[in-house]
């Protein structure tokens, strides 16, 4: 049963993408990368991957729409012209897809309990988290406690993010202002 | 294993591969800076399918412990995603901050003319 809900969500992603892809009016590419990221956290419930879901969610169908969005009133984007050469990236992306269809051929069966990587570390977590570090929810135990130094980068990451759009649009309403009063440009600068 | 039995066992990963290529594609051939981001966003969240397919198992679920539950799919999968979504929303917002500065600064976002208009600025 859960196999053919994932089937049917796979399907509904594969022709959103298909249509991002011709789309050319960018509102439309924006909204529909909305719900392509909608149509993912439902696959990822599917998968159990529940804390997944909700972050994508919030982060991939919220913010980044929002973000996109913004940007696209800010640099007053409504169409983009055809690409010129298509045979390049189409040859390119044909050899990638079928390398990594070559790579899939022995992998291990979709939902198996015993492909490797269920043996390894994840019985530990499984079994001791609870004991180890008191959370019943095992994905917070390890975010938050087992791999706290990598979330600790995680969040320098969004840090250093941060700083980098502030510099970039820190002068914008100054700027601006230049272009309407533009009586000693010269001053400004220094 | 028939080639059938092999397709349909593998299919979550033909579909990531489908994302993941289109992403290329896209950002490859669309010279809009915008268009390309999304392309970009595409090629990432191909992964996290990528990452959480062999993570499952059928009949299992999700991994929040509890007596009335024995099979739970893998949570170490699902941890290293949720970093890697909040890292690509950081780099997306990046890119699109560098967008909005480019076109302060040439007054498009379109790749053709922003390079034929770089010998004049």
């Known amino acids: ?95 990638v897809g079928a390398a990594l269809i070559g790579g899939t051929y022995d992998l291990p069966l979709f939902g198996s309990a015993a492909s490797p990587i269920h043996q390894h570390i994840a019985p530990h977590y499984l079994n001791e988290s609870m004991g180890e570090t008191g959370v019943p929810n095992v994905v917070t135990a390890v975010l938050a406690d087992y791999r706290s130094i990598d979330t600790l980068g995680e969040t320098t990451v969004i840090f250093t993010a941060g700083i980098g759009i502030m510099v970039l649009l820190r002068g914008r309403r100054r700027r601006r202002g230049e272009d309407k009063d533009d009586v000693d440009p010269g001053a400004r600068e220094t | 294993m028939s080639v059938i039995e092999q397709f349909v066992s593998h299919h979550n990963y033909y579909v990531t591969i489908l994302l993941m290529v289109s992403g290329l594609y896209i950002v490859i051939a669309s010279g809009n800076m915008i268009k390309k981001l999304v392309g970009l966003s595409l090629f990432q969240t191909s992964v996290y399918l990528l990452y959480l397919s062999p993570a499952k198992i059928v009949g299992g679920t999700a991994p929040i412990l509890d007596e009335k539950f024995q099979v739970y799919s893998n949570p170490l ?4 995603i949720l970093t890697a979504i909040v890292v690509g929303i950081a780099t997306i917002s990046l890119g699109l901050a560098i967008v909005v500065r480019i076109y302060e600064v040439y007054g498009t976002i379109e790749e053709d003319e922003i390079f034929s208009s770089d010998g004049e600025i």
């Open chain 2, 77 to 80: 999968p699902h941890v290293l």
């Open chain 1, 1 to 95: 049963m859960e196999a053919y809900i994932l089937m049917a969500l796979l399907l509904l992603l594969t022709i959103v993408t298909i249509a991002i892809v011709f789309q050319r009016s960018l509102f439309a590419v924006v909204i529909l990368a909305g719900i392509y990221s909608f149509l993912m956290a439902t696959a990822m419930i599917v998968l159990d991957a529940v804390d997944v879901a909700m972050t994508e969610a919030a982060v991939g169908a919220g913010v980044a729409t929002v973000f996109f969005l913004a940007s696209l009133h800010l640099t007053r984007a409504r169409e983009y012209p055809r690409p010129r050469a298509v045979w390049l990236p189409l040859f390119v992306a044909g050899v």
